[in-house]
Every structure is written in structure tokens, then in C-alpha cells.
């Protein structure tokens, strides 16, 4: 059987449709058993009529990165889609509509703007919706349509994508939608010559699992409630918001708390208070607002109280680019902040992984009574994914809190050094279990005191956490870790490495001995892994989405030798086509 | 108006670019645009039945013609109506384009005969790149195959299914050969030479009915003769591409009528290549011209003569044809399988 590997890009202007004729081809085309990553683009301008994209790269293999060009663009407003034309293909499929209401003016119209080998296909966007519903709302369904029989796709299962997507709605909506699919199924295939080599026909895949069709923000509300979260303090940022959106109206079914503070500053505090009375807290933000978080955050620290922030990060600085995805927090979250400030940095990879990191972050924080940090990026959070649906985790995850037992009592010392740093925690109103709590440095009690000693046997308790935090976490991801040499290694983190380990897996296709290695932990970080890694490799390259090359430096300074970077600050996600082509001119 | 002139050229082929390439070598500054209605960069016609056969792969096909630059070429673009009043060319997909200056060079696609319309539906036609990818696998899984006509590129189609072991019935009407007409001689000397092909070939007879059965087609011919067959094609010559220009005040009749300057009747209106009707002083009448290089210097001449040249267009060349064995003297057609004839 021949395989499907094939990017779709839908463009329309705010309210045209777009995103939900993207939502529903991934709906349909997961529920056909295949592999779906998709990304939508947005104005980002908080309300706005401006260009929308939604990127969706289906497979019938696993998938690791979004694609970086599209083989089909659908255009739904053309003044849009002209600019998108520049990541089609060159030999790329354009739907444009071929009777629009108004006439378009010279150069106005996506089709004139089709290079020499891109196949255009008119279809009567306009005219089809119209005639299926009355009005130009369905034209996203009619190019669906089209876009289904082109490709030779089974009709009726995607008629009930669309029932299902519409279930909600009123019927006439549901019928609207539905007929305006089917002029623009009938319409093709009665009227197109087909000269495009894409097709469907034959392609049938084991019938799927049930699956999760979900993106980071939703996983990562998932995974906090299902991890027992009782109270999230937080203030609407993008790409974050929706985390927040979710939870304001799930936590409280779960008997949980949701604050919306007037800033940042107040929810990191409001966090750290519910943490410090022994809840399980959490707030999450982007950029600007982990940046006002920053003086809290090494009160959680000092004062070891566990907090969890969430950093979906967006292009900065500042307020920067709000719907753009960067890679330009890790320096704020790995290094940022006051004095020696040990904190967990856990960065997912995917989408599935924003589960995992977020059950992990809660558990850790509450065990190490510490601050951690999940870092996502725009991508993640909005990139939708079909993955299994998570196990829901064990009860180890579930309370991990050390408590004191009765003896610690008699002279409770809350924060009593130890071997691995983690004094048992009581929690207030514990009876026996009373002490001070400051953001001064402290004694075992913590009673503040600024020895000389003192503060360095503080310090170090606080990072002997670490020697224990890293076996806790996932290993590192490494690719053919079986051999002894690569003439490449690609390194990576976060949402970039989904793209490096799928260049690797392409470069090796092409006779590159590469491999690939990416670590979820990225504070502490395993620098025993990485320098083994980096021994077996002759080169080194660190793409990620930023202009210094943030993570490059930081690795740069534990492996003590020179790496090759590949810096992209597009707003696009990291394209596996990109680093391939790095490795190549390697 | 545009700043510049707007040199505007209908087609892609062989006139089409070499009318925008003289254009661009005469005038710097001039904007000019190439309209096709095909979604395909400049390609070799010639080559599509070795295309097909899969003999030659799809950048084999392309021309790789230098001379064109800064040239914008909207490909996948049909024009559907020429105003040369406010010099406006509407496209199918409802942009307008504003011209200053017009070359026509929308060449030509497959005859239909009258006498064909109750069965049209059921031919395929192979005259272009759209047409070769639309039935591409279809003509590689087909076994059958009932050609009828039989002009120069249904004959050339013939050899292409010879070679892949396709079992073919042709037949040759001698009206196939339009515009010109084949003698009584010639279709006897042909099908006689076709013998060696080890094919069926039906002369003097004529299709009466093609119908649809559980996937392959029933061909009945009025002698009575009954094929099934998996594909039917017909090559009964070439149509030149005019709809666009009618009711536009450009005068036609089956092509475009230009002078032997190649300029129509209407001023900054030029039309070259296969969909042109030229007039031809000697026998004092149009001719149509087809092949590949009288479309190359046809596309020359329109363009100078367009910037202000007085040239008269020439017939590329007195050559023989060799048809099936029969010497047939044309004016119009050469074997192109170089590059150099670009
Ligand atoms: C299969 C085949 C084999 C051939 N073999 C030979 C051979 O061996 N030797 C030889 O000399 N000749 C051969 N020919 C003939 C030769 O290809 C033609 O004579 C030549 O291409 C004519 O050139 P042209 O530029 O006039 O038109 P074309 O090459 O036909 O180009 C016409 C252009 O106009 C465009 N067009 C048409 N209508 C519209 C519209 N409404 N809007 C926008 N664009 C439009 C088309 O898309 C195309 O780009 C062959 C032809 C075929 C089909």
C-alpha cells in the first residue's frame, strides 16, 4: 500500500470558516486511522479580521513535525491566500474560487498569482454555497467537498465528520454544511480534470483506537486535573489562555479553585499561598507574564514551596508577538531570577508529552517542595495532535508529599538538612507541625539567618534536590543509540526536536550516519548523557527557535566544544526540511 | 493605462514564448505577461507520447528556455473574453487584465466532428499536458485500444502504443488529415505500410456508435464491424483555441484571421501559431500552419511586427513528411526531439 504523507493549509480571513473546515479534515481523517498534526495561525490581535491559516499534515505514518510547505492550499479569502502562496509547493495544489461575488481587480485574485507548475483548480466556491444554503457561510464546506473528491475520499464518512463536528448546532446548520460538502463533491467531480497524482483510493488503515484528538493547552488542563489539582491562580495570556479557559469550568467539578488575579505577580503569589497550605497549585502564562513572575518565583525556591508555572512561550521580548512560536524563554526559565535558584525545567517534546509534564511537574514540586517550570511554546499549545488517550497516573503521582512523622514533631524543623535536600513538610495547621516560613535565608526552622555557614548549607540542601530530581525523569531521547559513532548529532528541545528527530530519521534515509538526542528535563539537565552523546558524535547541531541561540550556549558550555546552530525567529514551527538541509551542507 | 506598455501574450507554447522572448529582447522596460490555460511551465508537445510511454520523465518535457525572463507567466489561467475596445482581457476565474498590446498564440486542441456527437463522450483526445495526465494511467493499464482518424499525432500516438505492446485497431479516414486531405493513393499506401505493425486497420468504413459496457466500450463502424475495447481515441486533426475571441470584434473563421504580418484586424492585435488563419498573397486565401517551428518563427514575427517591424511570415522550411512510408510534403511539421529547437 502506498503511503499518505500530505500537508493541507486552509486560508481564509477571521470568521470565514477556516479553522473548522481544518478542525473537522483532521476529525475525519484521524477517524480514518491516520496520523494528524495540525496548526492553526491566527491575527494576533486579540479580536481581528485578518488572515487565518490552518495547517493540517496528515500520514498514514508517524508523524513528527507539521511539514514545512503545503501540497494543498485552499483558498477561502484571496487577498490571504496570495501571501500563503509561498509556502506551496511548487508542483502544489491551489482551490481558489472561481466565482466570487465581485469581480476581482488585476492581481487581486490567488489564481493569478499560481507559479508555472502549481495546478489550479477553480472550483465555484461562491456559487456552490449559495446554492447548497442560501448564503457564502459554506464555502469552507464546498472546497472540502472539492478537496474530497479530488482526492478520491469516501464521502460519507467525512458528511459525518461534519455532523459531528456541527452536533451542537441547530439541524438546518448541520444540513447547511452538509449539502454545501456535497455541491462542492458533486460539482468536482462532474467538472474537474484531475492532473494532480494525489489520491485515497484503496487506502484503507487498520481501524483506528479510540483517539484523543486534542492540543498542548487542553492536554496540559487534562493532565492537571486528572494529577489533582486544587487550585490554579492565573491572568489570560496568549497562547496560555486557554489552559485557563478549560480549567475555570472543569476545576470546580473537581472540587478545585480557580482565581483570576488583576496580574501575574498576583497569581504566582496566589499559587505559592495554596501550595504553601498544602494544595496543589498551578498557573500558566507566556513570556511577559513569567517575567513579572520572576521575584516570586524564588520565593518558592527559598521558602521551598511547591508551584507549578506553565510558560507557553511566544516571540518576545516584551510583549512581542503574541500568536508567533519562539523558543526564547529558556535562558528566563533555565536561568532567570535571583541569586542560585534551583528550579525543575521540564520542556515536552510533543503533544502527548504535555500530559506526562505536567502530571511530572506537579509531582515533583510537591515532593521536592519546589518551583517548576513547564515550558511549551505557541506551537504546542495549539498544535492538535490524535495520540492515545493518556493513562491516568498512579497514586504515587497523585501524593507525594513527605510528611514529617511524630518524632520530627517534638522538635519540628521544617527545613532540616538532608541527604537529598527534601525536609519532610508540614503541611499548616498540622498540629505539632508549626514553623516559620521566609524568603530570607533561614535556619533549619526557618528562622532567618545570614551566616556565613549557614547560607551555604542551605544552598546546598536546595541543590541536592537535584541529584535525585533527574532519575525521576524521562531518559533522554536518543536515535540508533545502539551504534558507536555518528557523523552527525542533532540535539535538541522542546518543540523543535519532534522536526530534529525527523530530519535524522530522512538524513539517515540519505546515507547520513546522524542520530538524535533531546531531553524533557531541562533543569537539571543530564549532562552525563548529553557529553556520552556528544563523544559518539563527530558534529554537533542545536537548531531551535531563537535568535542566540539560547540552549546552543548552555550545552556549548557543558560539552566544552563547538556545535554548529540553526537559529529560525520565522514564528513558524521548526521545519524537519530546514535541519536536513543543515545536515547536508554539513 | 500601465506606465509601461503591458505586452500581453495568450499561450504558452512555442509562439507565445518566442513572441515574449523577442519582446523582451526589443523592449527592456516593457511589462509582458504569458496567459495559459494549463497548469504547466513551457512544454514540448512532441514529447508527450514518450511521456506517456514513460519513456522520457516529466523534466524531459519542459523546455528549458533561457530567453524568457522577467516575464510573468500566469499559468492555470484561461482567458474567456477579449475587450479590444477597453483593451481588458477577462479570465475565467473573473480577474481582468488590462493590455496595452495583444499577441494571440492559443494554439489548437482536438477536432470534434459533428457527425461524432452522439458518442463524444466516450472519446479521449490527447493534444495536450492536461489531457496526458488526465488519462496517463489509464492509457498504461488499457490493453484494447480503437484509434480513429489517424492525423500526424494520432499516427505518433499509434507507434507509442506499438511499442508498449498495446493490441490497437486504428482507422484511417483520410479527413483526419485536416486541413489537408489525404488521396485514395496515399491511405492505401499507408495502411499497407502500417501491416508491419501487425495491427487491425479499418479503411473506407466509419465509427457508428461507441457504447459503455461494464467498463470497456463497444465500438460498432458502419460496415458492421464490433470492437471491445478498454479506451477510444480519436486524432481528426487540430481546432485553433478561438472561443474567447469571438463576438469580440476580431474577425475569424476556424482560426484567427491575420495578414501575412500576422496582425488582425484590430490595431496592437496580433495572432500567431496554430490558432492563426494567415494570409497567404500567392494562392490569395488563409492557410492554417501547424508544427512546432512555424510556431517558433511565427512568434518572432508577430512580436517585431508588433513593436513596428513590417516582416512577412514565412513558411519554415519545403520538408517531407514521412508518414507510415508515404512522403507527404508539408510545411509545417518537424521531428523534435532536441533541445536545440527550442
Ligand atoms: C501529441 C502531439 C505531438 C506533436 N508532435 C509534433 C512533432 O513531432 N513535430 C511538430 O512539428 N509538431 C508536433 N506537434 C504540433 C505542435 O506541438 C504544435 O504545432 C505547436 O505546439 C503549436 O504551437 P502554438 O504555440 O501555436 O500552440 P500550442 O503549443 O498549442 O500552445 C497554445 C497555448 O495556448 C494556451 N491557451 C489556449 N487557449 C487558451 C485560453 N483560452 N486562455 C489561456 N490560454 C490558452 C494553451 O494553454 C497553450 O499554452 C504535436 C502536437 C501534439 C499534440
Known amino acids: ?586 | 493605462m500601465p506606465e509601461n506598455d503591458h505586452y500581453v501574450i495568450i499561450g504558452n507554447g512555442p509562439a507565445g514564448n518566442h513572441a515574449a522572448a523577442t519582446l523582451r529582447q526589443k523592449d527592456k522596460d516593457a511589462k509582458i505577461t504569458i496567459i495559459s490555460d494549463e497548469c504547466v511551465p513551457y512544454y514540448y508537445k512532441p514529447r508527450l507520447t514518450d511521456f506517456i510511454a514513460g519513456e522520457i520523465a516529466k523534466e524531459d518535457l519542459m523546455v528549458n528556455f533561457q530567453d524568457v525572463k522577467d516575464i510573468r507567466i500566469r499559468c492555470g489561467q484561461a482567458v474567456k473574453r477579449i475587450d479590444p475596445d477597453s483593451k481588458l482581457l477577462f479570465l475565467q476565474h473573473m480577474e481582468k487584465i488590462e493590455f496595452s498590446k495583444l499577441i494571440i498564440a492559443s494554439g489548437s486542441r482536438a477536432r470534434v466532428l459533428p457527425t461524432m456527437s452522439g458518442y463524444a463522450d466516450h472519446l479521449k483526445f490527447v493534444t495536450s499536458y492536461t489531457d496526458v495526465m488526465e488519462y496517463k494511467e489509464e492509457i498504461r493499464k488499457a490493453e484494447n485500444f480503437f484509434i480513429f482518424g489517424g492525423d500526424l499525432v494520432g499516427f505518433k500516438f499509434f507507434k507509442m502504443l506499438n511499442s508498449m505492446d498495446k493490441t490497437v485497431t486504428i482507422m484511417i479516414d483520410p479527413d483526419a488529415f485536416w486541413p489537408y486531405r489525404l488521396t485514395r493513393d496515399m491511405l492505401e499506401q499507408i495502411s499497407e505500410n502500417l501491416l508491419k505493425f501487425n495491427t487491425e486497420i479499418i479503411v473506407k468504413d466509419e465509427v457508428l456508435s461507441i457504447d459503455r459496457q461494464n467498463g470497456s466500450y463497444r465500438v460498432k463502424t458502419r460496415k458492421g464491424i464490433e470492437k471491445n475495447v478498454d479506451m477510444v481515441l480519436s486524432f481528426n486533426g487540430l481546432n485553433p483555441n478561438i472561443e474567447f475571441a469571438k463576438g469580440s470584434g476580431i474577425d475569424i473563421d476556424y482560426g484567427i484571421l491575420v495578414d501575412e504580418y500576422l496582425k488582425t484586424n484590430v490595431d496592437g492585435i496580433y495572432a500567431c501559431g496554430s490558432c492563426a488563419q494567415i494570409y497567404n498573397q500567392a494562392i490569395k486565401s488563409y492557410t492554417t500552419s501547424i508544427g512546432w517551428p512555424n510556431a517558433v518563427v511565427q512568434g518572432e514575427v508577430a512580436a517585431l511586427n508588433l513593436l513596428g517591424d513590417h516582416k512577412i511570415i514565412e513558411s519554415v522550411g519545403q520538408k517531407y513528411f514521412d508518414l507510415e512510408g508515404v512522403k507527404i510534403k508539408t510545411t509545417w511539421w518537424e521531428d523534435i526531439n532536441e533541445d536545440n529547437d527550442a
Open chain 1, 1 to 586: 500500500m502506498k503511503d499518505i504523507n500530505i500537508v493541507i493549509e486552509i486560508c481564509g480571513s477571521a470568521g470565514e470558516g477556516t479553522i473548522s473546515a481544518g478542525e473537522i479534515t483532521s476529525r475525519f481523517m484521524s477517524s480514518q486511522g491516520f496520523e494528524i498534526m495540525s496548526f492553526d495561525s491566527y491575527p494576533a490581535e486579540i479580536r481581528g479580521f485578518g488572515k487565518c491559516v490552518a495547517h493540517t499534515r496528515i500520514s498514514s505514518r508517524q508523524i513528527y513535525s507539521p511539514g514545512k510547505l503545503a501540497d494543498v492550499l485552499i483558498a477561502l479569502n484571496d487577498k490571504h491566500a496570495i501571501s500563503q502562496l509561498s509556502t506551496l509547493k511548487e508542483n502544489g495544489i491551489l482551490i481558489y474560487d472561481s466565482q466570487p461575488a465581485r469581480p476581482h481587480k488585476e492581481d487581486e485574485s490567488v489564481a493569478g498569482w499560481a507559479k508555472p507548475g502549481m495546478i489550479s483548480y477553480g472550483i465555484p466556491l461562491n456559487m456552490l454555497a449559495h446554492k447548497a444554503s442560501g448564503n457564502a457561510r459554506g464555502m469552507n464546506m464546498v472546497a472540502l467537498g472539492a478537496l474530497a473528491a479530488l482526492f478520491y475520499v469516501d464521502k460519507s464518512p467525512f458528511t459525518d465528520s461534519i455532523k459531528t463536528r456541527y452536533a451542537k448546532k441547530k439541524q438546518i446548520v448541520i444540513d447547511s454544511n452538509v449539502n454545501s460538502f456535497l455541491e462542492g463533491y458533486n460539482w468536482t467531480k462532474e467538472n474537474i480534470k484531475k492532473i494532480d497524482p494525489h489520491s485515497f483510493k484503496d487506502i484503507t488503515l487498520p481501524k483506528p483506537k479510540e483517539k484523543l484528538i486534542i492540543n498542548g493547552n487542553q492536554l496540559v488542563a487534562r493532565a492537571a486535573l486528572d494529577a489533582d489539582l486544587s487550585f490554579y491562580a492565573g491572568y489570560p495570556i496568549t497562547p496560555a489562555t486557554k489552559i485557563m479557559e478549560i480549567l475555570s469550568r472543569e476545576l470546580p467539578k473537581h472540587g478545585g479553585v480557580l482565581l483570576q488575579t488583576e496580574d501575574e505577580i498576583s497569581a504566582i503569589g496566589a499559587v505559592i499561598g495554596a501550595g504553601f497550605g498544602g494544595k496543589r497549585a498551578m498557573t500558566a502564562t507566556s513570556g511577559p507574564g513569567f517575567a513579572l513572575m520572576t521575584e516570586f518565583t524564588g520565593l518558592s525556591v527559598m521558602a521551598e514551596v511547591p508551584a507549578v508555572i506553565i510558560n507557553s512561550q511566544r516571540a518576545g521580548p516584551s510583549t512581542g508577538i503574541p500568536t508567533k512560536t519562539e523558543q526564547s524563554d529558556f535562558n528566563s526559565a533555565v536561568l532567570g531570577g535571583t541569586g542560585d535558584c534551583p528550579r525543575i525545567v521540564l520542556a515536552p517534546a510533543d503533544t502527548k508529552s504535555c500530559y506526562e509534564a505536567t502530571v511530572l511537574a506537579l509531582y515533583l514540586a510537591e515532593k521536592y517542595q519546589t518551583l517548576v517550570v513547564v515550558l511549551l511554546d505557541f506551537f504546542l499549545s495549539n498544535s492538535i495532535r490524535n495520540i492515545n488517550i493518556p493513562e491516568k497516573p498512579s497514586s504515587e503521582y497523585l501524593d507525594a508529599n513527605i510528611a514529617p512523622d511524630k518524632n520530627d514533631f517534638k522538635d519540628y524543623q521544617r527545613y532540616k538538612i538532608t541527604k537529598n535536600g527534601i525536609s519532610p513538610r508540614a503541611i499548616p495547621g498540622t498540629p505539632g507541625g508549626m514553623f516559620f516560613s521566609t524568603g530570607l535565608e533561614h535556619d533549619a526552622y526557618g528562622r532567618p539567618n545570614y551566616s556565613e555557614a549557614g547560607h551555604t548549607a542551605m544552598t546546598q540542601k536546595r541543590f541536592a534536590k537535584f541529584n535525585t530530581v533527574l532519575t525521576e525523569a524521562p531518559a533522554p531521547e536518543i536515535s540508533a543509540n545502539d551504534r558507536d559513532e555518528f557523523d552527525i548529532g542533532v540535539i535538541s528541545w522542546g518543540s523543535s526536536a519532534g522536526a530534529a528527530h525527523e530530519a535524522v530519521m530522512s538524513a539517515q534515509k540519505e546515507g547520513i550516519n546522524a542520530s538524535s538526542f533531546s531531553s524533557m528535563m531541562l533543569s537539571p539537565f543530564p549532562e552525563k548523557a548529553l557529553i556520552d552523546f556528544s563523544d559518539k558524535c563527530k558534529k554537533i547541531l542545536i537548531p531551535e527557535l531563537n535568535f542566540s541561540g539560547q540552549f546552543a550556549g548552555f550545552a556549548t558550555r557543558i560539552l566544552k566544544r563547538s556545535v554548529e546552530r540553526l537559529n529560525f525567529i520565522t514564528g513558524r514551527p521548526m521545519a524537519s526540511e530546514d535541519i536536513l538541509q543543515k545536515m547536508r551542507e554539513m
